[in-house]
């Protein structure tokens, strides 16, 4: 069974930076498309960010493109996501999800391609 463990989330200053981990166990990373979703307070989860397994595509939803940047280390089995120049809107309940095997990164991810999601992990950005 597919298994997501996200963490490295917290409570950060605007301007801060977080780095945010995904580590898969149960499987092998090398074979998956990851997506990085966050869900604020009220609002629908939305998709931030995706990584292709075959040959590193990576995506961004454009509020986050310049600020965060997406990697995996196969060999760790986890995927990361840096955050950088945070702002108060970058607020919520971060998420890693994987798709099938065959799902190709080359659009900001949506919720519906991904069946196997981790538990989530809060990032607050405030003053």
């Known amino acids: 069974q597919l298994q997501l463990v996200e963490s490295g989330g917290g409570l950060v200053q605007p301007g801060g930076s977080l780095r945010l981990s995904c580590e898969a166990s149960g499987f092998t990373l090398d074979f998956y498309t990851i997506g990085w979703f966050r869900q604020a307070p009220g609002k629908e989860r939305e998709g931030v960010s995706c990584?292709?397994?075959?040959?590193?595509?990576?995506v961004y939803t454009d509020s986050v493109k310049g600020r965060f940047t997406i990697s995996r280390d196969n060999a760790k089995n986890t995927v990361y996501l840096q955050m950088n120049s945070l702002k108060p809107e970058d607020t919520g309940v971060y998420f890693c999800?994987?798709?099938?095997?065959?799902?190709?990164?080359?659009?900001?991810?949506?919720?519906?391609?991904?069946?196997?999601w981790g538990q989530g992990t809060q990032v607050t950005v405030s003053s």
């Open positions: 990584i292709s397994s075959s040959d590193g595509n990576a």
């Open positions: 999800a994987a798709p099938d095997p065959m799902y190709y990164c080359e659009a900001v991810p949506d919720r519906a391609d991904f069946g196997s």
